[in-house]
């Protein structure tokens, strides 16, 4: 077994080594390659598929933005709380809307659909009330429990300004 190797022997021995070191070097070159183009290619779809995200729940909201302050517009024109009531329970608003409300600065209180609010219920207390009424604008509020389901909501207000009346709708998250 310990035979020595011819010169021709060695020659091919070492060129043989030289070839499989090459491949192997080769091959972990192209999985760098092949991983980097990988994860630029991944970061490249998620950013596309963030930006169509952020972009339909723009669209959603500015919709339902959008019909909370038509709600505003109609309610800045005299009516009955009759007509008012009728305002508030169009089909496209409940359809739209877990709830859709009006509270006036002297604390009363209309949603549709109808709900029963606690005794001591207050809209001036409420954040959708009093962060429309410190903008004087259409304002999102940040996640809170809701009085009646005690289910996490977002709401979308807007201040009619003639009547001081804010117009709201509430939205499940």
Same mark, same amino acid.
């Given at each position: 077994?310990? *035979?020595?190797?011819?010169?021709?022997?060695?020659? +091919?021995?070492?060129?043989?080594?030289?070839?499989?070191?090459?491949?192997?070097?080769?091959?972990?070159?192209?999985?760098?390659?092949? *991983?980097?183009?990988?994860?630029?290619? @991944?970061?490249?779809? @998620?950013?596309?598929?963030?930006?169509?995200? /952020?972009?339909?729940?723009?669209?959603?909201?500015?919709?339902?933005?959008?019909?909370?302050? =038509?709600? /505003?517009?109609?309610? &800045?024109?005299?009516?009955?709380?009759?007509?008012? =009531?009728?305002? @508030?329970?169009?089909?496209?608003?409940?359809?739209?809307?877990?709830?859709?409300?009006?509270?006036?600065?002297?604390?009363?209180?209309?949603?549709?659909?109808?709900?029963?609010?606690?005794?001591?219920?207050?809209? *001036?207390?409420?954040?959708?009330?009093?962060? /429309?009424?410190? &903008?004087?604008?259409?304002? @999102?509020?940040?996640?809170?429990?809701?009085?009646?389901?005690?289910?996490?909501?977002?709401?979308?207000? =807007? +201040?009619?300004?003639? *009547?001081?009346?804010?117009? /709201?709708?509430?939205?499940?998250?």
């Amino acid at each position: 077994m310990t *035979r020595t190797l011819k010169f021709s022997h060695k020659i +091919l021995l070492a060129a043989s080594l030289i070839v499989i070191a090459a491949f192997t070097s080769f091959t972990f070159y192209n999985d760098y390659l092949q *991983r980097n183009a990988l994860r630029a290619q @991944l970061k490249e779809n @998620l950013n596309q598929t963030g930006d169509s995200t /952020a972009g339909n729940i723009r669209n959603w909201l500015s919709g339902r933005i959008l019909l909370v302050e =038509n709600l /505003a517009e109609n309610a &800045a024109v005299p009516q009955s709380s009759e007509a008012q =009531n009728i305002a @508030l329970g169009q089909p496209t608003l409940l359809s739209t809307f877990m709830s859709i409300y009006v509270g006036k600065k002297d604390g009363s209180f209309s949603t549709q659909p109808p709900d029963d609010m606690p005794g001591d219920y207050d809209p *001036r207390t409420r954040p959708w009330y009093t962060g /429309a009424i410190a &903008a004087g604008k259409t304002t @999102l509020t940040e996640p809170y429990l809701d009085a009646v389901t005690k289910g996490l909501i977002v709401t979308i207000a =807007n +201040l009619s300004n003639p *009547r001081r009346e804010c117009q /709201a709708s509430s939205v499940e998250i």
